[in-house]
Each structure stands twice: as C-alpha cells, then as structure tokens.
C-alpha cells in the first residue's frame, strides 16, 4: 500500500513523465527496500559536506529531467576520491541539459544484478530478475514472473538464471545473501501491484548484491501519461 509520502513523489513526478532517481530511490527506501546513503546536492558546499561525513570514495550523477540515460552524457562518475575531484564533477555536469543538481552517494560493492517491472496489457504487473549492469543485454540472462511474486516464483527465477552458480558462490566466492534478495524481489513485486494504475516500467539496474545486503543502486520509474 502506498503511503502519503510516496504518493507525493509519484503525483510531483508526472510533469516529467518519470521520477527522477533521487526521489525513485526515497519511493524504495519507504517501502522497505535498500538504497545507498545519498544526497541530492544543488550546491557544491552540499556535494562536499555529504562526501565528508560518509567518506570517500563517492559516486557522482547527474540530476535532470532532460537526462534519462545518464551513461550516453557521460553523466555518472564513480570511485571519487577527493573533494578536488568532485568539485570538477560538479562542475562540468552543471553544462548539461536541464541540470538540476547532482546525486553523491556511497559506493556498493557486489554482484550486479538487474530487477524490472512492466505492466503487461494482457497479463498486468510482470517482474524481471536477472544479471544486470552495463553487460545485462549481451549476457540475456534473465527471467520473468507475474506479481507479486510468491516464494515458489521467486525460487523458480533464482533457479532459471544460467548464472546462479554465480549467486551461490562460484570456485570460492562468497554467496550472496539470498534473503536478503527474495526479500527486496517480493517488496518489489508488491510494490509493482501497488503502482500499476501510475508506472509503465521500473528499472533497478544494478542491484548490488553482495553476502550481506542487496541495494538498489540505480533506479529509474516511468509514468503513464
């Protein structure tokens, strides 16, 4: 069920047409899903002072209504180092189009995975799950299930992954926490329910994953209009 504060972020958003990540990942975070600490900084002064307090090194993007992939602007910098190094970042994606401020966030280590959803017109809410990242359409490695998801779904996609070796712990690697994934994939799928009626798609690409949490680390949810 949405809340009175994600249904705020949701009708503010429909002027874009899709919710700009900062406020895609508040949307998660209330509804019980993880994301990294982050910051939308409009001044530099805040960039910094954010950076400061959690430590470096830090992740960079742009903010825009105008910029939906971020990547074809060169406008995500990742493993910032230095206040130095921000400050430049700063200041080069204010020259892109509709800049609205920048996200600086906490850098997530892991396992890429990539979650999506979709309303189908004949079958309704359909979640993906998969190998995700940059690679996600040259590996194709990934499933799909009707939401929301029971716990027999969710078993049934780990299991279809060609990769689940991967997630289970490949020649020594530590496994992820899959737990920890089925509960983010069925708080994912209820949440696609919920939205239906608003969202024509939501990305989380990647997941990071890792033997103890798994985050949305970049997200992007598209409106009906």
Request: glycine share 8%; proline share 4%.
């Amino acid at each position: 069920m949405l809340n009175q504060q994600m249904k705020e972020i949701i009708q503010s958003s429909r002027k874009n047409g899709w919710v700009l990540e900062p406020d895609a990942k508040r949307l998660f975070s209330l509804a019980g899903m993880s994301v990294p600490r982050f910051t939308w900084a409009r001044r530099i002064e805040e960039a910094l002072q954010f950076a400061q307090s959690i430590g470096y090194p830090v992740v960079a993007k742009i903010i825009s209504p105008k910029v939906i992939h971020k990547s074809e602007v060169k406008g995500v910098v990742v493993g910032i180092r230095s206040d130095t190094t921000l400050a430049e970042t700063f200041d080069r994606l204010t020259g892109i189009e509709g800049f609205s401020g920048m996200l600086v966030e906490e850098m997530i280590s892991g396992m890429e995975l990539i979650v999506g959803g979709k309303i189908d017109e004949q079958f309704g809410p359909v979640v993906l799950m998969g190998m995700g990242g940059t690679g996600v359409e040259i590996y194709r490695d990934v499933v799909l299930r009707m939401a929301p998801l029971e716990q027999r779904d969710i078993d049934s996609m780990v299991r279809c992954l060609k990769a689940r070796p991967l997630l289970e712990g490949y020649r020594g690697a530590k496994p992820i926490n899959m737990l920890e994934l089925e509960r983010l994939l069925k708080t994912f799928s209820e949440l696609m329910v919920d939205l239906q009626e608003d969202s024509e798609s939501i990305d989380l690409n990647p997941v990071m994953c890792s033997s103890t949490r798994c985050v949305v680390a970049d997200a992007r949810i598209m409106l009906k209009t």
